[in-house]
């Protein structure tokens, strides 16, 4: 697993690389422009080209995921916020494209009370231009949300129905967050529910079109709705909850991405840390589990305590 963070891009981008190497990130989301205005981010191509080949140069590489701006909303039913929320997000997506990323978070939106059925189609139509559009090259990660009033993707299912209604395009995927599953109801705290989701996952969206994960413990309780982020070990979550997900067999190739406030300013290395402690908790276990189900099948015939197999 890449264990990574959100970071500043800077003006020219670079800062992320230097501070990723400054709190030991393994891979990093930065937001391309104001995450919070529709002006379409505007780098010089030789800044992008810069980020690619600085982020190219690092041992091991640096994994860089982009989120796309919160104001974009495909499912807006005002035809003027809907064509701003395309241009956003293509604008967003041929810069990603260009400093390699390995994929452009966006929230699907809220359908503001005219309901997901009637919207569905709209945002699986904004999402496959935008890809068809850029030429692609960076893969599309709709990332679940918390469940807040008209927001869509609170559930697997609405994600894979979104990716179903782009004819599962293969530039589209999930990102999965954390806090949002928890506010939304979604259960993953002990190693039976986290193969669950695991399991529902695979059988939803498909495990192949998970591109990253968000880390992150909630500042609200289970079921609460709300999209309110915590530091590690500082909310409801906890520590033990979030190892039980993060050290699940079929999620150790992915990224996980700290978005948690810190002190204020972010991510730092000892939150890092922490994320680095609860994934080697969580490997632990699952491991654990493996070599009693082993010891089990030689002692038993293979019958007993054997847990499914994936
Ligand atoms: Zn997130």
Redesign the pocket.
């Known amino acids: 697993m890449r264990l990574g963070a959100q970071v500043r891009a800077g003006p020219d981008l670079l800062e992320a690389i230097a501070t990723a190497e400054a709190i030991g990130a393994a891979a990093v989301q930065v937001f391309l422009q104001s995450s919070r205005a529709w002006k379409l981010p505007a780098h010089r191509p030789e800044a992008l080209a810069a980020y690619r080949e600085a982020a190219a140069r690092r041992p091991g590489g640096l994994p860089t995921f982009c989120h796309a701006p919160y104001l974009i909303n495909l499912a807006s039913p005002d035809p003027e916020l809907c064509a701003r929320s395309r241009a956003s997000l293509a604008a967003n997506l041929v810069e990603a494209a260009a400093i390699g990323a390995a994929g452009l978070?966006v929230h699907p939106g809220s359908h503001l009370g005219t309901g997901f059925e009637a919207r569905l189609g709209q945002v699986a139509g904004a999402l496959v231009e935008a890809v068809e559009t850029t030429g692609g090259g960076c893969p599309i990660l709709l990332?679940n949300t918390a469940g807040a009033g008209g927001t869509i993707g609170r559930s697997l299912d609405e994600l894979a129905r979104i990716i179903e209604a782009a004819d599962g395009h293969p530039d589209l995927g999930i990102?999965l967050?954390t806090?949002?599953l928890w506010a939304a109801g979604i259960p993953f705290g002990t190693v039976e529910e986290a193969d669950a989701l695991v399991h529902q996952l695979d059988q939803t969206v498909g495990l192949d079109r998970l591109g990253c994960l968000?880390v992150?413990d909630s500042a609200v309780g289970f079921g609460a709705g709300r999209d309110r982020h915590a530091n590690l070990g500082e909310g409801d979550i906890g520590l033990e909850r979030l190892g039980s997900l993060l050290g699940h067999p079929a999620l150790d190739g992915l990224a996980a991405v700290l978005?948690v406030p810190g002190a204020g300013h972010g991510p730092r290395a000892q939150d890092l840390a922490t994320l680095d402690q609860v994934h080697r908790a969580g490997v632990d276990r699952w491991s654990g589990l493996a070599w009693r189900a082993a010891v089990a099948e030689a002692e038993g015939g293979g019958r007993t305590g054997a847990r499914r197999e994936r």
């Open positions: 978070v990332e990102c967050d806090q949002h968000h992150n978005e």
